[in-house]
């Protein structure tokens, strides 16, 4: 069974610098998805960013981006410029790619935004 | 814009009710999610389902059934509700196209607590 990894219950960050959130996988296939979500106080889970882990470069969108290690099966978001709206639960998820869309999550990482 | 809707965004109910969590989604996706959140755990999946009148289990089925009639609507019911079901339950839908990697679309979430 595959499972991810969250190390970090809680970070902080002040705004407008940068943050790394961490995330492990264990899976034995080769072709998978990675995502990473953020969930704000509203609830709403939001998509962020979409690593597929045939394509060696890292994904980009904006302030975010992710450093994949697929050898190391690590899946790190960094965000750049941390703004005050950052502030939520982040999630890292795993999809095999025949798994149906069913994802796999993390436990989650609580990032709060210093003014 | 995608939207799933989760009916009921706050329920309280007793010990040994019969609890109904629906779930529409406007986007004529195939595939509908039960997930339940709780914290340090992340997400874990209840049920999925890939078409009408289809359903499979996920991770943690016992003690909850679905029910999908429509292709839109998605329900997860509790037959008797216990305590240990007081949690945030997230629906979620995607399209069957492998297109940009079958992005998950989730809703507000429900929060169920059992007393």
């Known amino acids: 069974a595959q499972t991810v990894t969250q190390s970090q219950p809680e970070m902080s960050v002040q705004e407008a610098e940068t943050v790394t959130l961490s995330c492990t996988y264990d899976?034995?296939?080769?072709?998978?998805?990675l995502f990473w979500y953020k969930q704000p106080p509203s609830r709403q889970m939001i998509l962020v960013i979409r690593?597929?882990?045939?394509?060696?470069q890292n994904a980009t969108e904006n302030r975010f981006s992710v450093n994949f290690q697929k050898a190391a099966k690590s899946f790190s978001l960094k965000i750049s410029d941390s703004q005050l709206g950052d502030a939520a639960m982040y999630f890292c998820?795993?999809?095999?790619?025949?798994?149906?869309?069913?994802?796999?999550f993390g436990g989650g990482t609580r990032l709060m935004v210093k003014p | 814009d995608v939207k799933v809707t989760q009916s009921s965004r706050y329920l309280v109910k007793r010990t040994g009710e019969k609890v109904f969590l629906e779930c529409v989604q406007d986007?004529?996706?195939?595939?509908m999610f039960w997930y339940r959140q709780d914290p340090g755990l992340g997400l874990r999946l209840i049920y999925f389902?890939?078409?009408?009148?289809?359903?499979e289990k996920g991770d943690i089925p016992e003690g909850y059934s679905v029910s999908r009639e429509k292709k839109e609507r998605f329900s997860l019911i509790l037959e008797s509700a216990s305590t240990n079901q007081t949690s945030m339950y997230l629906c979620?839908?995607?399209?069957?196209?492998?297109?940009?990697?079958?992005?998950?679309?989730f809703g507000e979430g429900s929060w169920l607590t059992v007393v």
């Open positions: 690593q597929e882990a045939y394509k060696q």
């Open positions: 998820a795993y999809r095999f790619y025949n798994a149906g869309n069913m994802l796999t």
């Open positions: 899976t034995s296939e080769s072709d998978y998805y």
């Open positions: 389902s890939y078409d009408v009148k289809m359903k």
């Open positions: 986007m004529d996706h195939e595939n």
């Open positions: 979620a839908s995607s399209s069957h196209l492998r297109v940009s990697g079958n992005t998950i679309y």
